[in-house]
């Protein structure tokens, strides 16, 4: 367990998502990232920033090198973000810097932005625009269109094996019409590779693999009460729409709407199958046939979330803590119930630590289960762990 002594502010403070970075998980925190040694929770190196984080890539470049963006100033409020910082993770050295404000006239000040890392290329999306930059370097690489007819302006990135660019369309308009449309772009060029549409009154939310594309759309009006799992071919054309309503899973693990594309926690992609977790449940439902091959439920109202799958072994599946009980991680066969297999047994002195980074972020790493609240708070009394890591006993 990881409980390092960050000065934070008494308030409420995001936790940025973990990355895997060889031996170690990198965490960015408020003005600070650490890396921990993955085998016994050791600090291999911090690095302190001048401004708190606003916001970060959901997975570094191949190097190991990601961008941060960073805030104007410290308060909770009224704050930009504007600034970038290039962090090589796996060593903690800081590289190039640079304001996101350029001599472009059509750049304005922004709160909210959003980034994806595709091979070296870090795409932004702010203020219904979106640029692309080296990662190695900071050059400016290119400016990703706003597409008409139709009024499409660019709101949200996602990234990893392809760039994966989303807009907003017929803004202004009736909700009912409005609906979202996503880019394949060519990280090196920005060239078009295929676009997508949603059905009117319906909006892209989250992106749960790139590769295939499979992403989450919600209703513009009803949102998360009517959502949909919806997979593309190769091209972009409609493959497979899933409705998991019926069953009860939850919408990435009822994390909210309006944030990035990328992640969509407790739900998985991986060989031909797409799993789904919720309170009491878990699935798998077949890509190529749109049906449920299997549902498994739990018990004493905890979370169960898919965090892997294996071609051979089945699901990796991590069962959430209660205040008095350790979660664990377990295995299901293709078949779903009856091919159960215990994989990490948490110990029971953990249980509360555990279950204060329920909702967070659930990250395997080989036979490791990785644990990160979404918040920490910034009451001293407290003493939450900032990352909890599981593993067998042998390891």
Known sequence: MADDRTDLPRRSVPVQRPWIVGDTVVQ?????????????????????????????????????????????????RGTRCDRFQ???????????????????????PAFIVHTAISGDTLAVARNLRATAFRVSDGTRLFEIPKEDPGGCRPDKVAGGARLLLSSSCAIGVD?????????????????????????????????????????????NDRLTDD??????????????????????FAHCSDAGI??????????VVGHGLVHVGGTDRVGAYDLATGKLLWGVRG???????????????GTVVYESATPGLPGRTF????????????????????????????????????????????HVSGDDALRQPRILSFAPASD
């Open 299 to 313: 018990n004493d109202g905890r979370t169960l979330t898919p965090v892997g799958s294996d071609s051979a072994a």
């Open 258 to 267: 309006d944030a990035g594309l990328q992640p969509c926690p407790g739900i």
């Open 28 to 76: 960015a925190l408020y003005r600070e990232v650490t890396a921990y040694r993955l085998s016994d929770g050791a600090e291999v190196w911090n690095l302190t920033l001048p401004t708190p984080v606003c916001e970060a890539p959901a997975n570094p470049a191949p190097d190991g090198r990601i961008v941060l963006v960073l805030s104007t100033g410290t308060a909770q």
């Open 86 to 108: 290039m962090v090589d993770l796996r060593t903690g050295k800081p590289g190039w810097k640079r304001e996101l404000l350029g001599t472009d006239p059509r750049d304005e």
């Open 227 to 248: 959502w949909r799992i919806v997979a593309l071919g190769p091209r972009g054309e409609l493959r497979r729409t899933l409705d998991p309503r019926p069953k009860g």
């Open 331 to 374: 295995v299901l066969g293709r078949s779903g119930a009856g091919g159960e297999k215990v994989l990490l047994r948490h110990p029971a002195a953990a249980a509360g630590a555990e279950y204060s980074a329920k909702g967070g972020t659930v990250l395997r790493a080989g036979g490791r289960i990785v644990l990160a609240p979404s």
């Open 175 to 219: 909700r009912r019409a409005s609906y979202s449309q996503l880019r394949e772009l060519d990280p090196r060029t920005g060239a078009v590779r295929w676009r997508h549409r949603t059905g009117a009154g319906r909006r892209v939310e989250r992106v749960v693999s790139v590769d295939p594309v499979v992403y989450t759309s919600v209703d």
